[in-house]
């Protein structure tokens, strides 16, 4: 991790885990926008347990991994701070099971990955769109709106450089084809 000068002493990765619409049924009642709803609980519920601030709640890797309260947490590049909490009880236990599974497969393929100076930090909510525009998978145009072509992250159909890329190449020539087939909408 670096501001500018290349100089941190730490070094932050992010693990995601997906959430898909199957994960969500506590949250069906808001239609399209239960991921959002649960990605506001998330993140009300971990900013509960904190006093306030933006101070982040944290826990040693192998104590995450364990189910117990860290006693203390060292040091973090995070500049509000950080402070001792038990995020393997406020985060959703799926998704615990998921952060604590992949966490031991580091360590099985880099050993060494689990050790007391590793801190886990919670959290980034969002990586790609909790919500999905629909598309027709054919045209890859929306199934109403004549000449709508909904493409990459903010549409729900990216969640990176390059399937963003992709995913807006291949619409391009979607409606590349839509347009020769059936002329401009507008016009
Ligand atoms: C801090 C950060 C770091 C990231 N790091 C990585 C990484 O290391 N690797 C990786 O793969 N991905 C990374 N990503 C994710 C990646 O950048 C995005 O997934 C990707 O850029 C999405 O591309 P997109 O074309 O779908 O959307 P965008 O790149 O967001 O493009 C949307 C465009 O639409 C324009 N726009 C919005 N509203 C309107 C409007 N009303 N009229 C006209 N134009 C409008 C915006 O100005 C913007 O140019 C990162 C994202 C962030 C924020």
Redesign the pocket.
Same mark, same amino acid.
């Given at each position: 991790m670096s501001m500018s000068r290349r100089d941190s002493p730490f070094a932050n990765a992010g693990t995601v885990v997906s959430v898909d619409w199957q994960d969500l049924s506590d949250f069906h009642t808001h239609g399209v926008f239960a991921g959002l709803e649960f990605q506001r609980h998330v993140e009300q519920t971990l900013f509960e347990a904190g006093d306030g601030s933006q101070k982040a709640p944290a826990q040693r890797l192998p104590d995450f991994l364990a189910g117990r309260l860290s006693t203390a947490v060292p040091g973090s590049s995070y500049i509000p701070g950080i402070y001792s909490a038990p995020l393997h009880a406020l985060l959703p236990h799926w998704i615990v099971s998921s952060l604590q599974a992949g966490a031991r497969q580091f360590d099985r393929k880099m050993p060494g990955y689990l050790t007391e100076e590793a801190v886990v930090i919670g959290t980034e909510s969002r990586t790609s769109s909790p919500i999905r525009i629909p598309r027709d998978p054919e045209t890859r145009m929306h199934p109403n709106v004549i000449g709508l072509f909904p493409v *990459?992250?903010?549409a729900g159909y !990216? *969640? *990176?450089?390059?399937s !963003?890329a992709m995913d *807006?190449q291949n619409s391009a020539i979607a409606a590349g084809v839509w347009l020769g087939e059936h002329g401009n909408p507008r016009s």
């Open positions: *990459g992250e903010g !990216a *969640g *990176g450089i390059l !963003a *807006g």
